[in-house]
């Protein structure tokens, strides 16, 4: 019966990983295909590789200075969620004042309110700043965030409070034991923050979208739409297109999906009992 249930329990997990693991491979076999086998019925899985279209679409536009201008935008982001997410976890987590809880409910309830329904006053705020077509409007507006501040305040308040005496008793004050302290404990917390933060600036589309028109500072992936129009009809290239948008993050990712997980689920804490 448990031999049963492990081969039953792997195979899920297999079937798992193979629906969502085919998309990614299927956009792989497409951008390095020859046009022929891409249009064939039955399709090819295996291909035969022919790199002309991944080549041609390199050469056709600058993909390494839209790669570095979205690791900018993105590494930016993540190092101003990291402070105020420290700084607002750590706040609402080890520090008293009135209506804490309040104002943590009024956090989280920020995640609920759908992007498009205050896109236009946001809009309009932004115009005024004069912020359209600037770096400053694709990573202001993302430098604080709520699911972050959560993550943190929840690590903080595992902490024990001895922690906290000790350092008060060599002198230190919040700040020093916030940085010294506290968030190398809260690896998980940074690490978890850090890749989910930059993942999503990553993917950012419809915000740049709208508020630049500014190719030269514009995100890989509002670049890809417009090269998904001049290559519409052209399928290896599409693919290859989004091939060379989605290579960075997916190596990322699966380099470090371990520690989101860790993070999520609250092990590796760094706190021994």
Known sequence: MRHWRRGLSWLTQAGIGVLFGFPLYWVVVTALNSPQNVYKIPPAFIPQLDFKPLTSVLQQANWTGYILNTVMISVVTVILVLITSALGGYALASLKFRGKNLILLFILGTMMIPAQAILIPQFVVIS??????TYAVEIVPFAASAFGVFMFRQFFMTMPKAYWEAVTIEGGNHLF?????????????VITTALLTFIGAWNMFQWPLIMTNNRNIQPLEVVLAHYMTFYQGNIPKMTAAVLIALLPIAVVFFIAQRHI???????????KG
């Open 177 to 189: 034991y916030l940085w010294r302290v506290a968030v190398p404990l809260a690896k998980p917390a």
């Open 128 to 133: 005024k700043l004069h912020l359209l077509n």
């Open 261 to 271: 997980v860790a993070g999520v689920a609250g092990r590796d804490a760094g706190i």
